[in-house]
């Protein structure tokens, strides 16, 4: 027992201390990353912040550094790409917005064509519309259980668990549109001057034009094609044109 | 009986006795493994071959090697085998399967390979231990025949300071390496390096050995301080001539030179690592016009034209030129003074090498003096970390006179933009992106949920389900009394029967008369859904007869319910306390029969 003291002293003093060092050693990372921009070494910039990313550091303000190392590197695409992947973690921060609305506009990049539904989805994260979910399904279980032991209040319960079934109903189709978002993911063309074709060939003709830095949907996987939708209209682009904004590859994947 | 129906029967016969021997005689070899590496005395650098052959296991698992100092180990190949012999009048099934490693000796000395331990399913096998004696190829020495190191031109460098990496490779000339090499795990985070350059093929003497010496070279830059450690590993192919890894023994000289007699192998070569110390610039001496660029430059600037009239144009060039991080060089921007409307500076130019690291940069700036009173261009400044002298150089370019005319409207103009602004109120002048985010308390969001989370999620759901069965059978039994009385009897019986058995423990016959009817009528009372003054011996026979209960019992029930009326109503009989304990032993055992059957 004399000798199982320190020993869980230094255990307990090594759980504390390792996470806190993990993250010293980030936060010195974005420093220099965000010195460099500061100096206007964009490229070093973007280069320490994909560090960061693949040292496993992926939050949203990573992303947007990100974002705004490459589009002052003159690399819209990779910008947009990096806004869109900050705005899927936090997707009401109005600075993300604006940077993603510049870089899209500097470029007049195009935007998938969504429902009304999709973009009330898109107000909040993946995390957010789960705990959503989770909390209406906790809430509703106990409102069940009371539902069965409390025969004298069912008619309020009735009530409430009628109101959490339609919150839980939308919660699940909040987390299915994210769900659906990563099955058939978006993307951002980084290529500048791509046009969409009618069928995947080189030789076919062009249908309309994707400027860099435009967001489309990806529906089909036709060996190195992708069929997009943008802009309510669908067209076959090569699949090194654009970047997926997810899953969130490595950066070194993206430079390739 | 003809020839061909004679024929036709001795066939029939042989593959009688065949499929006989097949299906009552077939056994399988005894399992087993066995090692060997040949051959054993060999020279540095030429393969040895290691199989392992494992009989009478289904599916083996290939036996994994420890490291060997001085060997390079390489495989395993797998071959499989079957084969079928009749031993003692048995047909024998031998299946094995072989595991062939290849050791390249890297250096030369006595070796001792294993022994080793190899789990097949439930059994462990030992291999013995096999020596080895390596030799020194022919004119060799005491290195090692194959290794490689990695090296830096600069062994504290500077942030952002471009240095030489060089990977150099020895060969011992005896071995032939196959001239593609490939960078295996080398972790460059933090580092910007461009791909390595073979510098070509030298002949060395280390220890009195010949070695083939190869260089590489890599231009890097480290984008942070601190400390790196570069331990890449290298894979390598050496060429083994078939003849070294096995001997002929027809040595036809023309089918060797016929066919090609040579192979490759594939080396994984440790490098011996190299720890770089990165040493961030200091801050002493910076001057303000440092913008991140370090190495050696040149600064140059062109005005033209330096005669003009008030409102044309300037075009001032700019050209850096030398050798260090021109990634990362943004150009310096001049402070022409309120006389001038400055638009931005634009990159015109870039011609560097294909590293990226020497060439020159040219940028472009238009100006337009705004008054006539603007007599020059003031001088511009570019500043640089020089890392060989280890200071700061600042190189600075003009000022440039120039000769300003009246514009051609006529007098000259100053806009005086703060007084605009002032009478417009806040001006928009510009746009551009917002500034970077500060670091997050968290680096890690939305880290993956484990298992037990979601696991934690059935909880609710199996709460739900346990409320509604319970309700649901309490509203069930709420409906049936009959049943709930018949689940209930018995738990209504156990109070009687502890009442019992104390009684009898204490030899206290009114005690236990009393535990005794309690049990009797709380017990059939419940089970036959009875009410207290229902529960009488002849009632409860009754009921018992018709519910599939053995006569027997239903006779001792009511022998029970007799006796018990008879101590109740003439107590001091002389109950002793074997009468008591058979009593209560006929009643436990009455109520275990009455629980078997079904209601």
Redesign the interface.
């Given at each position: 027992m004399k000798t199982a003291k320190p020993i869980l002293f230094l255990m307990l003093m090594l759980s504390l201390t390792a996470p806190g060092r993990l993250?010293a050693g980030?936060?010195e990372?974005?420093?220099?990353a965000?010195g460099?921009?500061d100096?206007?070494?964009f490229?070093?910039a973007a280069?320490?912040y994909e560090?960061?990313l693949?040292?496993?550091?992926?939050?949203?303000?990573?992303f947007?550094?990100l974002g705004?190392a490459r589009?002052?590197n003159g690399e819209d695409g990779l910008a947009v790409l990096n806004y869109r992947r900050a705005q899927y973690?936090s997707p009401r921060d109005p600075?993300i917005r604006?940077?993603l609305d510049?870089?899209m506009s500097r470029n007049s990049a195009v935007r998938r064509s969504q429902t009304t539904a999709a973009q009330l989805a898109e107000n909040l994260?993946?995390?957010e519309w789960e705990n959503a979910m989770?909390t209406f399904?906790?809430l509703?279980?106990?409102a069940?259980?009371l539902w069965?032991?409390d025969a004298a209040r069912r008619p309020v319960y009735s009530k409430l668990l009628m109101l959490l079934a339609v919150l839980l109903v939308i919660g699940t189709a909040g987390v299915r549109h994210w769900k659906d978002l990563q099955r058939m993911p978006e993307a951002v063309m980084v290529e500048t001057g791509r046009s969409a074709f009618f069928a995947p060939i080189e030789s076919s003709t062009a249908h309309f034009s994707l400027p860099v830095g435009s967001l489309v949907r990806i529906h089909e996987f036709e060996g190195r094609w992708l069929k997009v939708e943008a802009d309510g209209k669908e067209g076959w682009i090569p699949d090194q044109s654009c970047r997926a904004v997810y899953p969130w590859i490595s950066p070194a994947d993206q430079q390739e | 009986m003809t020839l061909s129906s004679r024929y036709a029967r001795r066939m029939l016969r042989a593959f009688s006795l065949m499929a006989f021997l097949c299906l009552a005689a077939t056994g399988s070899a005894q399992p087993g493994v066995s090692f060997d590496i040949q051959p054993r005395v060999l020279r540095v650098g030429q393969p040895a071959q290691c199989t392992i052959t494992v009989r009478g296991a289904d599916n083996p698992s290939a036996p994994a090697l420890p490291p060997m100092d001085g060997f390079q180990i390489s495989g395993p190949g797998t071959s499989r085998q079957s084969s079928f012999n009749l031993v003692n009048g048995q047909m024998q099934s031998d299946s094995s399967v072989t595991f062939t490693y290849s050791l390249l000796p890297l250096k030369a000395g006595q070796f001792t390979i294993g022994p080793f331990e190899y789990q097949m399913g439930n059994q462990k096998a030992e291999l013995p231990a096999i020596q080895i004696q390596v030799v020194q190829p022919e004119g060799g020495g005491d290195s090692e025949a194959l290794y490689a190191e990695i090296t830096s031109a600069r062994e504290n460098p500077f942030v952002?300071e471009v240095f030489d990496l060089y990977i150099t490779i020895h060969v011992h000339e005896s071995i032939n390496l196959h001239p593609e090499i490939s960078l295996l795990g080398f972790d460059t985070?933090?580092l910007?390096m461009k791909g390595f350059q073979e510098l070509g093929q030298t002949r060395e003497v280390v220890d009195n050995t010949i070695f083939n010496v190869r260089r590489f070279r890599a231009k890097a830059r480290a984008?942070?301080s601190g400390d790196f450690s570069l331990n890449p590993v290298l894979r390598a192919h050496v060429i083994v001539s078939r003849d070294q890894r096995r001997s002929d023994p027809f040595r036809n000289p023309f089918l060797s030179g016929f066919f090609n007699q040579q192979e490759t192998r594939a080396v994984n070569l440790a490098v011996k690592p190299l720890t770089l110390h990165v040493r961030p610039l200091p801050e002493d001496g910076k001057p303000a016009s440092f913008?991140?660029a370090v190495g050696s430059f040149d600064f140059q600037v062109a005005a033209k034209p330096l005669e003009l009239a008030v409102g044309d144009p300037i075009t001032l060039t700019l050209t850096i030129s030398g050798e260090g991080n021109l990634?990362?060089i943004?150009a310096p921007a001049p402070s022409a003074g309120e006389y001038f409307r400055t638009y931005d500076i634009k990159q015109v130019a870039r011609q560097t090498d294909a590293g990226g690291t020497a060439g020159q940069l040219v940028f472009e700036q238009v100006l337009l003096p705004q008054n006539i009173n603007a007599k020059e261009l003031p001088s511009i400044e570019f500043g640089f970390f020089n890392p060989q002298q280890e200071k700061y150089v600042t190189l600075s370019r003009g000022p440039f006179p120039l000769r300003l005319s009246p514009a051609a409207n006529g007098g000259s103009r100053m806009v005086d933009g703060s007084s605009r602004a002032a009478a417009a109120g806040a001006k928009i002048l510009g746009?551009?992106?917002?500034?970077?985010?500060?670091?997050?308390r968290?680096?890690?969001?939305?880290k993956p949920r484990s298992r037990g989370f979601w696991l934690l999620?059935t909880v609710?759901?199996l709460?739900?389900a346990g409320?509604?069965a319970l309700?649901r059978r309490r509203r069930e039994l709420n409906r049936d009394v009959a049943r709930a009385r018949r689940i209930r009897a018995p738990r209504s019986a156990r109070r009687g029967l502890r009442m019992m058995n104390n009684a009898a423990a204490a030899a206290d016959a009114a005690r236990f008369t009393e535990g005794l009817w309690e049990t009797l009528t709380r017990y059939f009372g419940n089970l036959l859904n009875l009410a207290p003054g229902e529960v009488t011996a002849d009632v409860v026979a009754h009921r018992l007869g018709h519910s599939g209960l053995p006569q027997e019992t239903v006779e001792d029930i009511a022998q029970l319910f007799r006796a018990c009326d008879s101590m109740r109503y003439a107590p001091g009989q002389g109950v002793t306390s074997s009468d008591m304990a058979e009593m209560k032993y006929k009643l436990e055992r009455i109520i275990k029969s009455c629980e078997r059957i079904k209601s």
């Amino acid at each position: 027992m004399k000798t199982a003291k320190p020993i869980l002293f230094l255990m307990l003093m090594l759980s504390l201390t390792a996470p806190g060092r993990l993250f010293a050693g980030f936060t010195e990372l974005f420093q220099q990353a965000a010195g460099a921009y500061d100096e206007g070494r964009f490229a070093d910039a973007a280069r320490l912040y994909e560090d960061l990313l693949n040292a496993g550091a992926g939050s949203p303000e990573v992303f947007y550094n990100l974002g705004n190392a490459r589009f002052k590197n003159g690399e819209d695409g990779l910008a947009v790409l990096n806004y869109r992947r900050a705005q899927y973690f936090s997707p009401r921060d109005p600075d993300i917005r604006a940077n993603l609305d510049y870089a899209m506009s500097r470029n007049s990049a195009v935007r998938r064509s969504q429902t009304t539904a999709a973009q009330l989805a898109e107000n909040l994260s993946l995390r957010e519309w789960e705990n959503a979910m989770l909390t209406f399904y906790w809430l509703a279980a106990a409102a069940a259980i009371l539902w069965m032991l409390d025969a004298a209040r069912r008619p309020v319960y009735s009530k409430l668990l009628m109101l959490l079934a339609v919150l839980l109903v939308i919660g699940t189709a909040g987390v299915r549109h994210w769900k659906d978002l990563q099955r058939m993911p978006e993307a951002v063309m980084v290529e500048t001057g791509r046009s969409a074709f009618f069928a995947p060939i080189e030789s076919s003709t062009a249908h309309f034009s994707l400027p860099v830095g435009s967001l489309v949907r990806i529906h089909e996987f036709e060996g190195r094609w992708l069929k997009v939708e943008a802009d309510g209209k669908e067209g076959w682009i090569p699949d090194q044109s654009c970047r997926a904004v997810y899953p969130w590859i490595s950066p070194a994947d993206q430079q390739e | 009986m003809t020839l061909s129906s004679r024929y036709a029967r001795r066939m029939l016969r042989a593959f009688s006795l065949m499929a006989f021997l097949c299906l009552a005689a077939t056994g399988s070899a005894q399992p087993g493994v066995s090692f060997d590496i040949q051959p054993r005395v060999l020279r540095v650098g030429q393969p040895a071959q290691c199989t392992i052959t494992v009989r009478g296991a289904d599916n083996p698992s290939a036996p994994a090697l420890p490291p060997m100092d001085g060997f390079q180990i390489s495989g395993p190949g797998t071959s499989r085998q079957s084969s079928f012999n009749l031993v003692n009048g048995q047909m024998q099934s031998d299946s094995s399967v072989t595991f062939t490693y290849s050791l390249l000796p890297l250096k030369a000395g006595q070796f001792t390979i294993g022994p080793f331990e190899y789990q097949m399913g439930n059994q462990k096998a030992e291999l013995p231990a096999i020596q080895i004696q390596v030799v020194q190829p022919e004119g060799g020495g005491d290195s090692e025949a194959l290794y490689a190191e990695i090296t830096s031109a600069r062994e504290n460098p500077f942030v952002q300071e471009v240095f030489d990496l060089y990977i150099t490779i020895h060969v011992h000339e005896s071995i032939n390496l196959h001239p593609e090499i490939s960078l295996l795990g080398f972790d460059t985070a933090g580092l910007d390096m461009k791909g390595f350059q073979e510098l070509g093929q030298t002949r060395e003497v280390v220890d009195n050995t010949i070695f083939n010496v190869r260089r590489f070279r890599a231009k890097a830059r480290a984008l942070r301080s601190g400390d790196f450690s570069l331990n890449p590993v290298l894979r390598a192919h050496v060429i083994v001539s078939r003849d070294q890894r096995r001997s002929d023994p027809f040595r036809n000289p023309f089918l060797s030179g016929f066919f090609n007699q040579q192979e490759t192998r594939a080396v994984n070569l440790a490098v011996k690592p190299l720890t770089l110390h990165v040493r961030p610039l200091p801050e002493d001496g910076k001057p303000a016009s440092f913008s991140g660029a370090v190495g050696s430059f040149d600064f140059q600037v062109a005005a033209k034209p330096l005669e003009l009239a008030v409102g044309d144009p300037i075009t001032l060039t700019l050209t850096i030129s030398g050798e260090g991080n021109l990634d990362g060089i943004t150009a310096p921007a001049p402070s022409a003074g309120e006389y001038f409307r400055t638009y931005d500076i634009k990159q015109v130019a870039r011609q560097t090498d294909a590293g990226g690291t020497a060439g020159q940069l040219v940028f472009e700036q238009v100006l337009l003096p705004q008054n006539i009173n603007a007599k020059e261009l003031p001088s511009i400044e570019f500043g640089f970390f020089n890392p060989q002298q280890e200071k700061y150089v600042t190189l600075s370019r003009g000022p440039f006179p120039l000769r300003l005319s009246p514009a051609a409207n006529g007098g000259s103009r100053m806009v005086d933009g703060s007084s605009r602004a002032a009478a417009a109120g806040a001006k928009i002048l510009g746009s551009d992106i917002v500034y970077l985010k500060p670091a997050p308390r968290s680096f890690i969001q939305d880290k993956p949920r484990s298992r037990g989370f979601w696991l934690l999620q059935t909880v609710p759901a199996l709460c739900a389900a346990g409320v509604f069965a319970l309700s649901r059978r309490r509203r069930e039994l709420n409906r049936d009394v009959a049943r709930a009385r018949r689940i209930r009897a018995p738990r209504s019986a156990r109070r009687g029967l502890r009442m019992m058995n104390n009684a009898a423990a204490a030899a206290d016959a009114a005690r236990f008369t009393e535990g005794l009817w309690e049990t009797l009528t709380r017990y059939f009372g419940n089970l036959l859904n009875l009410a207290p003054g229902e529960v009488t011996a002849d009632v409860v026979a009754h009921r018992l007869g018709h519910s599939g209960l053995p006569q027997e019992t239903v006779e001792d029930i009511a022998q029970l319910f007799r006796a018990c009326d008879s101590m109740r109503y003439a107590p001091g009989q002389g109950v002793t306390s074997s009468d008591m304990a058979e009593m209560k032993y006929k009643l436990e055992r009455i109520i275990k029969s009455c629980e078997r059957i079904k209601s």
